[in-house]
């Protein structure tokens, strides 16, 4: 894989790219950005100006001034102190996404760190260094940052090439030796949005393929059936000017051009369920909302979200005090993706029902292959229904949830951490709910073959466009007929779906 270049900034696709591998390699000129804000940082130290986090505690200790001989005492307690993360670890590629948000944030030249610092996050990048980030506990942004921060002074552990070792270890293993922090280092290895920042890129380059096999997904549902595809012609949907329910009309088309079970199914109804005729709509408002919350990540990545930043020079050094840490604009946009997702997710659960429920279906009861003696899809839907409505629930915006901290000193809290922790959530089950709904429409698809071989009123071929998709399902699950664990299969159609642009399909 190619390494992502950083110039000036990076953008949601290149920090995903790093999260699933890509080396990071920093420009001359990013560098120059780097050595220059440390040197305004000495500058400042030299000057004996009270500057938040460098010459003073942090939090509500923002007042108590700390002497020069304590200052690298204060980056290294900071870090210890503030790595207090609990709970289950973070995966690899949200390690390697968080890292990779925070090296643009210090690329930007307003942190102040050494060039030294940002190599090592490079390098751990390049070297598959992954430090140890318990996954529970950050209200914002500073412990999971502090649990990266720890392996740097050779605390904490890390996965070195997917092995466990000590922090130490880790360092000994890449040649390298412990880094003893500097004045406003600390503050800045464990400040900004980096956290959310990470976690949000990887939750859309997630949410990205996921509304691609939605569209695909329910094309195959559609199809069997019999849908009434006048409700998708493009003047008709046209009369709605959404980009993304015209972008979702479109795809539907072309992937249903040449179906003769949609054309056998032409007139049958007036009109279908809206879980069927409102696809366009449901899946293109969420590609509208992904649209606004890729912008907003991007401006993220754009900014500088370190407290203090420094600039000027180091003749005429300046430091500012802001709340450019705080992220409310992120955390409500993927708050709004999550409901959008979750939303994708309950008419795929409604169009499942359609597909299995034999009061509506005109298939065989739960598309067993054995009705009576064989559940078939029956209980699948139990846990289509099951996720859809966990992740009802987890939509809930976490942007609201409030909460003190620092002795009142950080009395408003935007919680975007939290709110990329429960996309990424309803992103498992939105997966599994569209993998449920895949393997029911391919099964579906089956039955109605045989029952046109049989000579009954159902008949007609697949359009080539679902036709791959169902090959592409079928090369790996067999037909079921309550002749294995279900389950198993509905996980396996998830990897499928998951390892594989559908484009390529």
Not at 113 to 128: M, P, S
Not at 247 to 261: D, E, I, P, Y
Not at 382 to 399: D, G, N, V
Not at 453 to 472: D, K
């Amino acid at each position: 894989m190619d390494p992502v270049v950083l110039e000036t900034r990076l953008d949601w696709r290149e920090v995903a790219r790093v999260a699933h591998g890509a080396s990071l390699v920093l420009s001359r000129a990013a560098v120059a950005r780097i050595e220059t804000a440390h040197s305004i940082v000495g500058a400042l130290v030299e000057s004996g100006v009270r500057a938040y986090g460098i010459t003073t505690g942090v939090g509500a200790l923002a007042d108590t001034v700390v002497d020069r001989p304590s200052q690298s005492r204060l980056s290294r307690n900071i870090v210890l102190s503030h790595a207090c993360g609990v709970g289950p670890l973070l995966e690899e590629k949200a390690v390697r996404a968080i890292m990779a948000s925070q090296v643009a944030n210090m690329a930007h030249g307003h942190s102040g760190v050494r060039g030294e610092v940002v190599a090592r996050l490079c390098t751990f990048l390049e070297k598959d260094c992954i430090p140890d980030i318990p996954s529970r506990g950050s209200a914002g942004y500073l412990t999971h940052n502090a649990h990266i921060a720890l392996v740097l002074i050779g605390e904490g552990r890390a996965h070195v090439s997917g092995v466990s070792m000590t922090g130490a270890e880790a360092l000994a293993m890449l040649g390298l030796s412990p880094l003893v922090l500097e004045a406003k280092e600390g503050l800045s290895l464990v400040n900004g949005t980096a956290c959310s920042t990470g976690l949000g890129a990887l939750a859309l380059s997630r949410a990205a393929a996921l509304l691609d096999w939605a569209d695909a997904i329910a094309a195959l549902t559609l199809e069997a059936l019999g849908a009434q595809m006048t409700a998708f012609d493009a003047d008709v949907l046209a009369l709605r000017p959404s980009p993304g329910l015209l972008a979702v009309g479109t795809t539907l088309r072309r992937l249903l051009a040449g179906s003769g079970l949609i054309a056998a199914a032409r007139g049958k109804r007036t009109q279908d369920a809206l879980s069927l005729r409102a696809v366009p709509h449901v899946h293109g408002a969420a590609r509208d909302v992904f649209d606004v919350a890729a912008a907003v990540l991007d401006r993220e990545l754009a900014s500088v979200t370190d407290n203090p930043a420094v600039a000027g020079t180091p003749d005429a050094p300046l430091v500012f005090s802001q709340a450019h840490a705080v992220a409310p604009a992120l955390a409500q946009a993927l708050d709004s993706l999550a409901v959008a997702i979750a939303q994708v997710s309950a008419i795929s659960e409604r169009r499942i029902d359609r597909l299995v429920n034999p009061l509506v279906s005109g298939l065989p009861p739960f598309l067993a292959t054995d009705p009576g003696a064989g559940s078939g899809f029956m209980i699948a839907q139990y846990t289509a229904a099951a996720l859809a409505a966990e992740s009802r629930r987890l939509a809930s915006p976490a942007s609201l949830d409030g909460g003190l901290t620092s002795g009142n000193q950080e009395d408003f809290l935007a919680h975007p951490t939290a709110a990329a922790n429960k996309l990424l959530a309803i992103l498992d089950n939105a997966e599994q709910i569209l993998a449920i709904e895949y393997v029911s429409a391919a099964q579906a698809h089956d039955l109605i073959v045989d029952a046109g071989a049989a000579g009954t009123a159902v008949s007609g071929n697949r359009a080539p466009g679902t036709e791959s998709l169902h090959h592409h399902l079928r090369r790996t699950i067999p037909l079921y007929a309550d002749d294995r664990p279900l389950g198993q299969d509905l996980e396996a159609t998830r990897r499928l779906m998951m390892e594989i642009d559908v484009a390529t399909v």
